[in-house]
């Protein structure tokens, strides 16, 4: 309505929501000896939502749109390392990253064209993996939100969700290796930095 | 006795790397005879270097759950990093769910397991958990052949059958998750405590590391406790050369937190889950 755009978000599906809303609390402390097999729920369902919608004063809508299925094109995750700038990785290194990851979190920005006949224009924005072993143990790599969307709670948003299905498959290691200047931003996000005299320790190769 | 090296190639289950996954090998255990303080006791310091027959697998298949189960326990080791204690005053974990267990077994992209006969394993928890000086170890040594010649036959042939996973005792383990692209967590890398100091444990991290950078991934990092870390350290890990700061996730559930909120356990641990959006629908609803 007025010159500036209006920020509306947006209803998420509603089965899912309603879902995770039941909640679950575990407190056994008994041993309960099942006997029907395990529910054989492997992979997190891949979820998309628009997260910000917004009116751009040309008339074109913007949309980001965060989306757990991993679809990622390795070219423009490439491109979107370059932006924030880390190092550059072989691409085929990324892509067995991606597709053997526990979890990718992506933010794409869609931009919807203010012409009937104009196109949408897609692009990657932000993106956060995780690794994990489906029980016990996960570690977040690679969190990165294009700088010129940075500062509006995306990677929060990623990092969030990413938590949220983890602890949903009652995955309660979650551990990252922050560089000291996001250390803050992850401290915010509940994340302790050596809990309890726990460290990360690297491999070094003796060449 | 000359036992050949049990070497099968078989496919991995994760890529097309064909290799070696089992093999025997021997350990050499140091037994030192400690002098006790007194002059009158002291003797000289013994060197005798034994070898203990141990079977070393990747193979996924080997390892029954249950027995990795009773193995964590053995070592009094959780997989979860804050683990629940048995009792407040005790500092015994409580046991490993198993199907936790075995889904983070199908899940690991490599495994290495360690078995030892069980004799041997039996002769080691005696021998360390035995006091070490001179007349003792007379009578260990004195025990230990007594073993020997009041086993029957059944029993000598037993000893004299190599050491596989059919036959074997579980006694070392350890797992690793990655990528295959770029980057590997190591988890639950544990040995008996009566057959530590052997080098088995290292063995088991060297050849997870060893897999790993076969398959170009050198950046392998592996979570630690301070009682871990000085093994980690001489098995040729150390601190991150780019600096970075090592964090967990430990939001926990406080007395203001209300309405919905998905909670989880996690060892001792009750992990808060970040709250859900507002939306603004509903904001608009609760003002109303």
Known sequence: ?207 | MEVAVVGGSTRQILGSYRGKCMELRWERRNIRSKAKGEKEKRVSVKNKKEKVPIYISTNPSHINSEELRDLCSACNHSCHRFPKYLDCDTDVVEAVDIHKLRTALSHSSLVVSVFCKPTDVLLYTTKSSSEINTTSNKNIQIQIQGLGLGLGLKDLFQQLMPVTPFNAQLVGFGRAVSDFGLTASIYDVMVIPSLRGMGIGRMILKRLVRMLASRDIYDIAAVCSEKERMFFKACGFGDDILGSTTMMYSRKVSTYDEGDQLVIRAGQKLLLAPALKETSASLKAKNS
């Open chain 1, 1 to 207: 309505m007025g010159v500036f755009g209006s920020i509306r978000v947006l209803r998420l599906r509603a089965g899912f929501w309603e879902s995770i809303k039941s909640g679950l609390l575990k407190d056994d402390t008994t041993q309960v000896i099942e006997t029907s097999p395990e529910p054989q729920v492997e992979e997190p369902l891949p979820e998309e939502f628009v997260l910000i919608e917004k009116t751009q004063p040309d008339g074109a809508i913007e949309q980001i749109i965060f989306s757990s299925g991993g679809d990622v094109d390795v070219y423009d995750l490439q491109s979107l390392c370059d932006k924030v700038g880390w190092p550059r990785r072989p691409l085929s290194k990324l892509a067995a990253a991606l597709k053997n990851s526990y979890m990718v979190a992506t933010l794409h920005s869609i931009r919807k064209s203010p012409e009937p006949e104009g196109g949408d224009q897609k692009k990657l924005i932000g993106m956060a993996r995780a690794t994990s072993d489906h029980a016990f143990n996960a570690t977040i790599w690679d969190v990165l939100v294009d700088p010129s969307y940075q500062g509006q709670g995306l990677g929060k948003t990623l990092v969030e969700n990413i938590i949220r299905a983890l602890l949903q498959r009652d995955i309660g290691n979650i551990t990252l290796f922050a560089d000291s200047q996001v250390v803050e931003f992850y401290r915010n996000l509940g994340f302790e930095p050596d809990p309890e005299g726990i460290k990360g320790m690297f491999w070094y190769p003796k060449f």
